[in-house]
């Protein structure tokens, strides 16, 4: 028999997700280096269409400043994935219309979490959970 984590570990990862579903989002518009904190965790990223918001992408990182705001909003498509599927799903033909799809459309939210395997855990349980349009690769 395999040893399973305690119930206590699945209220843990259910209110993760709750926490994060429950964070106002921040739009990438609106976005400044600021805004945002430089400690470990998890983050969503979402399209918004009206008044829904479409999950697009759930990471981990160990800092939150750093990979929203450098990476996904200002970095090369070498540090943020998300602009490489768009491009590579012809939302977008270039990354510099990436990047501006990501500013016009997009908002973060985020949850902190110092424990890495926490965060891995929390990130997996919310990808499945949520099912990202992207961020979810075949397997190697």
């Not at 997700?17 to 739009?27: D, F, G, I, S, V």
């Not at 009206?50 to 990979?67: A, F, P």
């Not at 768009?86 to 799809?101: G, H, R």
Request: glycine share 4%.
């Amino acid at each position: 028999m395999i040893r399973r984590q305690s119930k206590d570990w699945d209220r843990f990862l259910s209110k993760s997700l709750e926490q994060l579903l429950n964070r106002l989002p921040l739009k990438f518009s609106q976005m400044t280096p600021s805004l945002l904190p430089k400690t470990a965790g998890v983050y969503l990223i979402t399209k918004i269409e009206g008044d829904i918001e479409i999950s697009y992408y759930v990471g981990r990182t160990k800092n939150i400043r750093q990979r929203l705001y450098n990476n996904h909003l200002m970095g090369p498509l070498a540090n943020a994935r998300l602009k490489k599927y768009l491009i590579d799903n012809q939302i977008c033909s270039t990354i510099d219309e990436a990047k501006d799809f990501i500013r016009r459309h997009c908002a973060a939210r985020w949850i902190e979490e110092e424990d890495y395997r926490r965060r891995g855990a929390i990130e997996s349980f919310c990808t499945a959970v949520l099912f990202p349009e992207y961020g979810i690769d075949e397997e190697h």
